[in-house]
Antibody, heavy 125, light 107 residues
Framework: QVTLKESGPVLVKPTETLTLTCTVSGFSLNNDRMGVTWIRQPPGKALEWLAIIFSNDEKSYSTSLKTRLSISKDTSKSQVVLSMTNMDPVDTATYYCARVQWFGTYFFYYYLDVWGEGTTVTVSS | DIQLTQSPSFVSASVGDRVTITCRAS??????LAWYQQKPGKAPKLLIYAASVLQSGVPSRFSGSGSGTEFTLTISSLQPEDFASYYCQQVKSYSWTFGQGTKVEIK
């Protein structure tokens, strides 16, 4: 059974750095054609894509947040870590990690097939 | 970034109704589109990918169509468990983006 579970602080102060961990089971972070991505959702608002890391360590970030984000993985621990610097109250949200798979040879059709339950982060002094 | 606009934002419907949600992209994304269902307090669930491929285990009353800039998610006969929010997502190019969501409510 494939599962992902997010962990990290519930409360962070403005200007601090948020570090979230996604622990996966049921698949390896080295699996070809798999990656892990982070998405967030402010209360009552839409989903927002943040970052992705692939098995070959290729990474990509949200255009609007790229200067504040860093994603990495520790395959031996089956963990993906997302860091976000200079936190602000507008960053208050539920943060999800999800597994990414894709098919195709020259053109890749990605999809997020398994999601973690999410972790809620509040930014407040 | 590619912007996705969903319409309508809210749908009020009854059990058994046919519901159609539209997602329009700001530029062509061929078939690089997925649909997700989200219930309150829960993580999103994948319904459709590559615009029209039904995810394993998803009921056949859900279907997706479209290509280029206009896409639709159709629920052929709304069931009580389908009352939820629905999001489209483009995976054509980074940054990936989501639509603003459509909430399907009980009439």
């Amino acid at each position: 059974q494939v599962t992902l579970k997010e962990s990290g602080p519930v409360l962070v102060k403005p200007t601090e750095t948020l570090t979230l961990t996604c622990t996966v089971s049921g698949f390896s972070l080295n699996n070809d054609r798999m990656g892990v991505t982070w998405i967030r959702q402010p209360p009552g608002k839409a989903l927002e894509w943040l970052a992705i890391i692939f098995s070959n360590d290729e990474k990509s970030y949200s255009t609007s947040l790229k200067t504040r984000l860093s994603i990495s993985k520790d395959t031996s621990k089956s963990q993906v870590v997302l860091s976000m610097t200079n936190m602000d109250p507008v960053d208050t949200a539920t943060y999800y990690c999800a597994r990414v798979q894709w098919f195709g040879t020259y053109f890749f059709y990605y999809y997020l097939d398994v999601w973690g339950e999410g972790t809620t982060v509040t930014v407040s002094s | 970034d590619i912007q996705l606009t969903q319409s309508p934002s809210f749908v009020s419907a009854s059990v058994g109704d046919r519901v159609t949600i539209t997602c329009r992209a700001s530029q062509g994304i061929t078939s690089y589109l997925a649909w997700y269902q989200q219930k309150p307090g829960k993580a999103p669930k994948l319904l459709i990918y590559a615009a029209s491929v039904l995810q394993s285990g998803v009921p056949s009353r859900f279907s997706g169509s479209g290509s280029g800039t206009e896409f639709t998610l159709t629920i052929s006969s709304l069931q009580p468990e389908d009352f939820a929010s629905y999001y489209c997502q483009q995976v054509k190019s980074y940054s990936w983006t989501f639509g603003q969501g459509t909430k399907v409510e009980i009439k």
